[in-house]
Nanobody, 123 residues
Framework: QLQLVESGGGLVQAGDSLRLSCAAS????????IAWFRQAPGLEREFVAA??????????DYADLVKGRFTVSRDNGANTAYLQMNSLKPGDTAIYYCAAGSTSRRHEAYRYWGQGTQVTVSS
């Protein structure tokens, strides 16, 4: 079992930055790919970013909408993953979720989910 808790959301202005954290408790955090998804009101949950951790090292993947603005990272010693979000736009407003599972952009691949943290970007 793995429990995930997000934090760091809030209300910011366009152009500002936020760093989200995803703290994990339980076993085997380092064996999972950690992904961030987001869901805006009335829309489907969408992939934001992911970071793997395997024998060949770590790789990252980003949705086109956030590439160059967001950075995903992880600290396995602290059982925590991060999403650094820069140059935020009103379109980034959503509930952000972290998830642990198999490497994929599909939310069905992720077994464990946090409760989400709200990010609101005003214009």
């Amino acid at each position: 079992q793995l429990q995930l808790v997000e934090s760091g959301g809030g209300l910011v202005q366009a152009g500002d930055s936020l760093r989200l954290s995803c703290a994990a408790s339980g076993r085997s955090f380092s064996t999972y790919t950690i992904a961030w998804f987001r869901q805006a009101p009335g829309l489907e949950r969408e992939f934001v970013a992911a970071i793997t951790n395997n024998w060949s090292g770590r790789t990252t993947d980003y949705a086109d909408l956030v590439k160059g603005r967001f950075t995903v990272s992880r600290d396995n010693g602290a059982n925590t993953a991060y999403l650094q979000m820069n140059s935020l736009k009103p379109g980034d407003t959503a509930i952000y979720y972290c998830a642990a599972g198999s490497t994929s952009r599909r939310h069905e691949a992720y077994r464990y989910w946090g409760q989400g943290t709200q990010v609101t970007v005003s214009s």
